[in-house]
C-alpha cells in the first residue's frame, strides 16, 4: 500500500503546507522535522516562483520572501 493511501486509511490524513526557503532553506529543514514529529502523516512543500498570482496572500508572500 502506498505511503499516500496509508495516510488516508482512517479517513482523514494530517497534511500542513511550506513554501521551501521561507524564512530560509535551513529553517525549513527544521520546519520539515518538526512538523513529522508533531504528527504529519504527509508533508506539502511548495516550490516558490516569480509569479505566484493563482495564490492567495499569504502563500504569495512566503513566495516573494522565498525568492530573496
Do not use: H
Request: hydrophobic share 45%.
Amino acid at each position: 500500500m502506498s505511503r499516500i493511501l496509508q495516510a488516508f486509511a482512517n479517513g482523514k490524513a494530517f497534511i500542513p503546507f511550506i513554501t521551501c526557503g521561507d524564512p530560509s532553506l535551513d529553517v525549513t529543514e527544521q520546519l520539515v522535522y518538526a512538523m513529522e514529529q508533531a504528527g504529519a502523516d504527509l508533508i506539502e512543500l511548495g516550490i516558490p516562483f516569480s509569479d505566484p498570482t493563482a495564490e492567495g496572500p499569504v502563500i504569495q508572500s512566503a513566495n516573494i520572501r522565498a525568492w530573496n
